[in-house]
């Protein structure tokens, strides 16, 4: 048994892939549950009710779908040119701070207009969480250093300051205004007209879903009608190649990882603004948006419409698992179910690109040649 690497892909290999890797990974969570005492298929009836067909259920996945999916899309930015971003739950984090100081400086001032706060939030967000992914950028561009490990080391920096800001310090993010505040310590409050709005009655949508799907059409845009990528496909495949073709990989380099971190700080700017509507480092860190992004990226196989649907159904998941915590419910099977999801994706990733052979490779008798094609 061997791999070859398949030349070119079926067209229907890129949905089959997805759907097959979901499949396996809901078989063997069926067997880990039947193996715990607990009936799949009851299981996977109530996570669906409690995910997405409940009273209220699909509202709420789309508020815990949005900031995956900001953190999925800036995974898939990344590794479409091969730069391993693991950094975005530090640039989402960064990007909480950004939104956060802008709406506290905007209500300082009196600005009263929403729709100031949600432009200036996402800007300020963007520029933090770019800022962010270009320290590993500039290293992985000049010093050649491994982005992987650059960008994860510095989701810890980032989870030491907020928690810094809030915990360990009297910042300007940091609540003291009152004696309660000051024995537990908490963020602002940000000013009410900082609450991002919602859309519909039955099915409520948040606004910063509405954005990720912007910045889904943007991407999906960028990257495949332009000439910038174009060249990122280019270097992707190799970069030896672009660099012969007078393609400034370097450049290219810092402007992926840029886009990716801004993306990522979005998705810190929405969770302030449509959720908290504080800097929470508590709920933030325990939330883990950032690695959840790249399971939502692997498994959409990083193509930003993909990203949107994989991002409402892990939000599903999530969503049910806050609601149905107790003894019936296995407390860490959301995120079993995520790691099988994301190995599953992965394994599915290598058959996309390699088929299985099964049998001898044929070989030429030593000391003979092949015969000539006539």
């Not at 929403?114 to 939030?121: H, L, R, S």
């Not at 960028?222 to 992707?236: H, K, P």
Request: aromatic content about 10%.
């Amino acid at each position: 048994m061997r791999l070859e690497r398949r030349l070119e892909q079926p067209w229907w290999l890129g949905l089959a892939i997805p759907v097959g890797s979901l499949a396996v990974a809901f078989g063997i969570m069926a067997i880990v549950l039947a193996a715990t005492g607990h009936d799949p298929g009851h299981t996977y009836r109530t996570v669906v009710d409690a995910g997405f067909t409940g009273n209220g259920a699909l509202s709420a996945t789309f508020l815990s779908a949005t900031p995956i999916l900001f953190t999925g899309l800036a995974a898939a930015a990344a590794f479409r040119m091969q730069l391993f971003n693991i950094g975005a739950e530090g640039q989402l984090y960064l990007g909480a701070v950004g939104g956060s100081w802008i709406a506290l400086q905007l209500g300082d001032r009196g600005a009263g207009s929403t729709f100031v706060y949600v432009v200036a939030m996402c800007a300020a967000a963007a520029a933090l969480g770019a800022a962010w992914a270009l320290i590993p950028g500039v290293l992985r561009a000049f010093a050649h250093t491994n982005e992987i490990i650059t960008s994860l080391m510095l989701n810890y920096v980032a989870a030491y300051l907020i928690t810094y800001l809030i915990f360990d310090s009297s910042s300007y993010w940091r609540d003291i205004s009152t004696l309660q505040a000051r024995s537990f310590p908490q963020g602002k409050p940000m000013p009410d007209a900082s609450d991002w709005p919602t859309f519909g009655t039955s099915v409520v949508v948040p606004l910063g879903f509405l954005v990720g799907l912007a910045a889904a059409l943007v991407l999906w845009v960028l990257y495949s009608r332009t000439r910038f990528g174009f060249e990122v496909s280019v270097i992707a495949d190799s970069p030896r190649a672009a660099r012969s073709a007078g393609m400034r990989t370097r450049r290219k380099v810092l402007a992926v990882m840029a886009l990716s971190g801004a993306l990522a700080g979005l998705g810190g700017a929405s969770q302030i603004g449509d959720f908290t509507h504080t800097l929470d480092p508590t709920g933030l860190q325990g939330a883990a948006f950032g690695y959840t992004g790249i399971v939502v990226a692997a498994l959409a196989r990083y193509n930003p419409f993909a990203v949107c649907v994989v991002a409402v159904l892990i939000g599903g998941l999530q969503n049910a698992g806050f609601t149905l915590q107790g003894v019936d419910f296995p407390s860490g099977l959301v995120g079993v179910m995520q790691g099988v999801i994301l190995f599953c994706a992965l394994g599915g990733e290598v058959l996309s690109r390699y088929r299985v052979r099964i049998g001898r490779r044929a070989r030429t008798p030593a000391g003979t040649a092949p015969e000539p094609v006539t």
